[in-house]
């Protein structure tokens, strides 16, 4: 009887599937840890492999080989059928994972709709059950072939319009004019977009969440602000009085534009006059996102630069540094450190002007020598080691009686550069005078040199210590 049972052809394949199917379970699990750690999208169909496939190919073999079960009984056809629909998905699973997911960016591959792969997987499937069921089960499937035709033809008809327009976004979304994270200007809405489907775009506007059909965006022009990169400006338009010389005006402008914090350090800052009483600042920028507050900041600092230069911004007239002010000015700020008088004072007035700075403005720029003090009459500047475009640590704060400038006197380019961190009014006072009072007073002079040396000192503290 053991001799039966080692010649009995069932005995080995009971052997062979004991220990075949733990060996290929173990082997593809290393193998699925090995992929999940790459991160590969072949993990879902050796997953299948592993969990689904195998147990029911080695149930198969078992039913059939080794307990020789006939092929016409239902538990055998019932495994063969879950096998072969397995088999089905692991095979649309594979060429999903090695076609499309880990295809290269930009490739057709990359750029066809998730939706386009998924009517073709159900299709497919489809048609694979329906050869499955006419294999196995010997079921006529051919009826349901001619039912679903009719039914296709019928719905097709029905829906022309509709799967027309449907067809048309998906279409677009094959071209592929856009991707998340780009900025559109379409008709309706202006915004950045943060999701893609099969049937719509969802924009993030200024004012929530737009909604625009694939068939709308497909049916109209568009302007994608991200492509090409590296390429968007922003255009500002300003209005100055005809009186205001127009090469005086355009300096200004682009001077303003070229030290806007948001600027694309790669791109030209340009200022045109349009005619009339109009000029146009085009400002470079990294992103659409930036073009409010581009827009906002940039109109603030026009309107404090042009009262300083004199110009009319919207012909407007600046009616702030009356002498009154600016008197009161020097006998808060000016006269305390320069230790001046009352006649002091009023000789000083012709040598001194009363100006403004919006918050963010630069007022001190590094690398300059610069040609007159400032004192510091209301708000705050901040000192800043480095430049605007690559600043450093900060090397102090000033406010009210606070100066800049005193290396005019030694002709010494600064070190750094001040901004304005609110709107900060002060009182500048030329070189020329600030030698007169200098001279009168020798110790100032000692005092500015002390001051030089410490503000260098701090400067250099600062770097070492960033």
């Known amino acids: ?34 992929l999940r750690r790459r991160q590969s999208f072949l993990v879902r169909p050796v997953t299948l492999l592993r969990n689904y496939l195998l147990p029911l190919g080695a149930l198969l073999l078992l039913l059939t080989e080794a307990r020789q079960v006939p092929a016409g009984a239902t538990s055998v056809r019932t495994v063969a059928t879950l ?29 066809i709709p998730t939706i386009f792969v998924d009517v073709a997987r159900f299709v497919l499937i489809a048609v694979g059950l329906a050869l499955i069921f006419s294999y196995i089960w010997g079921a006529n499937v051919r009826g349901l072939f001619t039912a679903l035709g009719i039914t296709s033809i019928v719905i097709g008809l029905t829906l022309q319009n509709s799967v ?151 012909e407007a007239e600046d009616e702030f540094a009356t002498p009154e002010r600016l008197l009161a000015a020097v006998g808060q700020v000016v006269a305390p450190t320069l230790h001046l008088d009352a006649d002091e004072q009023r000789e000083l007035m012709p040598a001194a002007a009363l100006e403004r700075y919006a918050i963010d403005e630069v007022v ?59 709107e900060v009014t002060v009182v500048h006072v030329e070189r020329a005078h600030i030698e007169m009072v200098v001279q009168r007073n020798p110790l100032l002079l000692q005092e500015f040199g002390r001051a030089i040396e410490d503000r260098r000192a701090r400067a250099q503290r600062a770097l070492t210590e960033d």
């Open 364 to 422: 001190q720029r590094a690398g300059e020598v610069p040609e007159r003090m400032t004192f510091i009459v209301s708000g705050r500047v901040q000192l800043t080691a480095g430049t605007a475009d690559e600043p450093g640590p900060v090397i102090g704060i000033l406010d009210e009686g606070g100066y800049l400038g005193q290396s005019t006197l030694t002709r010494q380019p600064v070190i750094g550069y001040a901004h304005a961190l609110d």
């Open 1 to 34: 009887m053991i001799a039966g049972i080692f010649t009995s052809s069932w005995f080995y394949w009971a052997v062979g599937i004991a220990i075949g199917l733990p060996i290929g379970l173990v082997a593809l699990t290393e193998w699925q840890h090995a």
């Open 83 to 111: 096998f072969a629909f397995v088999v089905l998905v692991l095979l649309l699973s594979g060429v999903n994972a090695a076609l499309f997911q880990g295809a290269p960016e930009g490739t057709w591959r990359k750029r």
């Open 164 to 314: 027309g327009h449907v067809i048309s976004g998906l279409l677009m979304l094959f071209e592929q004019p856009f991707q998340i994270g780009d900025w559109l200007d379409t008709a309706s809405a202006r915004g950045r977009v943060v999701e893609v489907n099969w049937r719509a775009v969802h924009l993030e506007t200024s004012t929530g969440l737009q909604i625009i059909p694939n068939a709308v965006l497909a049916a109209a022009s568009f302007a994608n602000l991200s492509r090409p990169e590296n390429k968007h400006k922003v255009k500002v338009t300003t209005i100055f009085s005809l009186d205001d010389p127009p090469n005086q005006v355009c300096a200004m402008l682009t001077g303003l534009a070229a030290e806007l914090p948001m600027r694309r350090r790669e791109g030209t800052v340009s200022s045109t006059p349009l005619g009339g009483l109009e000029y146009q600042t085009t400002i470079p920028l990294n992103s659409p996102a930036d073009d409010g507050d581009t827009k906002t900041l940039f109109l603030q600092w026009v309107w404090y630069a042009s009262r300083r230069a004199g110009l009319h911004l919207d």
